[in-house]
T-cell receptor
Framework: AQRVTQPEKLLSVFKGAPVELKCNYS??????LFWYVQYSRQRLQLLLRHISRESIKGFTADLNKGETSFHLKKPFAQEEDSAMYYCALMGQGAQKLVFGQGTRLTINP | GAVVSQHPSWVICKSGTSVKIECRSLDFQATTMFWYRQFPKQSLMLMAT?????????EQGVEKDKFLINHASLTLSTLTVTSAHPEDSSFYIC??????????FGNGTRLTVT
């Protein structure tokens, strides 16, 4: 079974502080992992995917197969990073995404 | 970039009536679209996979006769909530995948059944 767990529903940090949003997954094969972001009153949009290994808006995420984790990190948080963040998994050969519960990130000035 | 348009953005209907939600891929063709449901402060739950020209694939626990999906063309999928009840009130989101690319999401439809 595919499962994505985001243990923190809410996360609040100060501007300029490092941010880490946790994501753990359960899948027997080699999954494809994603982070999606939803800003206030906007649609869900892709932030990054593990296979591209790129940094978007200063965010990075490394797939750790040993720990089955895909934590999202940013060294210096900015107020515009306040949003809802979802970790998602796509199984091998599948097209559908399974989402985690989401973490609401609030950056305090 | 790829855009997915969802209509209407919100709808209020009376209990027992049916509501149709449209999902269009505006600048790309999508052989597969996905319908999600999101309850307040909860995650997106996949309801069904809509396949162009064939029957939709429903997730376990989703009533196919209740949530009718039609994917008549490569750019349009519709979700019809039949005989809606207050417990069907939710946020419905569609998504479509660019071939070989990422999933793109619609803005969602907030359904309120009174």
């Amino acid at each position: 079974a595919q499962r994505v767990t985001q243990p923190e529903k809410l996360l609040s940090v100060f501007k300029g502080a490092p941010v880490e949003l946790k994501c753990n997954y359960s899948y027997s094969g080699s999954p494809e992992l994603f982070w999606y972001v939803q800003y206030s009153r906007q649609r869900l949009q892709l932030l990054l995917r593990h296979i591209s290994r790129e940094s978007i808006k200063g965010f990075t995420a490394d797939l750790n197969k040993g720990e089955t984790s895909f934590h999202l990190k940013k060294p210096f948080a900015q107020e515009e990073d306040s949003a809802m963040y979802y970790c998602a998994l796509m199984g091998q050969g599948a097209q559908k995404l399974v989402f985690g519960q989401g973490t609401r990130l609030t950056i305090n000035p | 970039g790829a855009v997915v348009s969802q209509h209407p953005s919100w709808v209020i209907c009376k209990s027992g009536t049916s509501v149709k939600i449209e999902c269009r891929s505006l600048d790309f063709q999508a052989t597969t679209m996905f319908w999600y449901r999101q309850f307040p402060k909860q995650s997106l739950m996949l309801m069904a996979t809509s396949n162009e020209g064939s029957k939709a694939t429903y997730e376990q626990g989703v009533e196919k006769d209740k949530f009718l999906i039609n994917h008549a063309s490569l750019t349009l999928s519709t979700l019809t909530v039949t005989s809606a009840h207050p417990e069907d009130s939710s946020f419905y989101i569609c998504s479509a995948r660019v071939i070989g690319g990422s999933l793109h999401f619609g803005n969602g439809t907030r359904l309120t059944v009174t």
